[in-house]
T-cell receptor, first 114, second 116 residues
Framework: AAGVIQSPRHLIKEKRETATLKCYPIPRHDTVYWYQQGPGQDPQFLISFYEKMQSDKGSIPDRFSAQQFSDYHSELNMSSLELGDSALYFC?????????????FGEGSWLTVV | AQKVTQAQTEISVVEKEDVTLDCVYETRDTTYYLFWYKQPPSGELVFLIRRNSFDEQNEISGRYSWNFQKSTSSFNFTITASQVVDSAVYFCALSEAQGGSEKLVFGKGTKLTVNP
């Protein structure tokens, strides 16, 4: 079965650079989530989109922005990168914006800021 | 506010032992959902189970079983006859039905090491 696809899987950026992560949800899923997992930490919710509109916002820095496109894929843009942004970034998707729907995660994008 | 506590930071067992991972949650909602995810060393988060607050039936899936007890706000996960491939970090997570947010709140995770 098709899963959530994230790209790139790994990227290395320097401080103050910009990075963009892409996410392709499971087909027919209309809700996309972004989570950030620091080393040895639990995943933290950043932001979510339902039907191309932002539906919820968590602890996302102002330097980060995201959007969901007409084909339901999503991009997370991160600017002025800091060392502390080094983390595993997950995209996840679900069918419908209903609490309790199973949220399926991608394999994650490893971002290293040097 | 919702909160998930996984008191066991790390557990180490020998293959074929049974192991139980504890999860205690806090929520003010009467309707909520509990999840378990597995994160192997490769990093991906693998969905294991979803349970709503109105369904207290225990569930068994192969060597995995889950014990949901609302009276103690616990949703514990047991692996029977553990195998080396079970080595991973296991996260318990909570989603509340009210408040318009469908986000997951995770516990800190329990790192399980199964030794041969």
């Amino acid at each position: 079965a098709a899963g959530v696809i994230q790209s790139p899987r790994h990227l290395i950026k320097e401080k103050r650079e910009t990075a963009t992560l892409k996410c392709y949800p499971i087909p027919r899923h209309d809700t996309v989530y972004w989570y950030q997992q620091g080393p040895g930490q639990d995943p933290q919710f950043l932001i979510s989109f339902y039907e191309k509109m932002q539906s919820d916002k968590g602890s996302i820095p102002d330097r980060f922005s995201a959007q969901q496109f007409s084909d339901y894929h999503s991009e997370l843009n991160m600017s002025s990168l800091e060392l502390g942004d080094s983390a595993l970034y997950f995209c996840a998707s679900s069918l419908g914006r209903v609490s309790g729907n199973t949220i399926y995660f991608g394999e994650g994008s490893w971002l290293t800021v040097v | 506010a919702q909160k998930v506590t996984q008191a066991q930071t790390e557990i180490s067992v020998v293959e074929k032992e049974d192991v139980t991972l504890d999860c205690v949650y806090e929520t003010r909602d009467t309707t909520y959902y509990l999840f378990w995810y597995k994160q192997p060393p490769s990093g991906e988060l693998v969905f294991l189970i979803r349970r709503n607050s109105f369904d207290e039936q225990n569930e068994i899936s192969g060597r995995y079983s889950w014990n949901f007890q609302k009276s103690t706000s616990s949703f514990n996960f047991t692996i029977t006859a553990s195998q080396v491939v079970d080595s991973a970090v296991y996260f318990c997570a909570l989603s509340e039905a009210q408040g318009g947010s469908e986000k997951l709140v995770f516990g800190k995770g329990t790192k399980l090491t199964v030794n041969p």
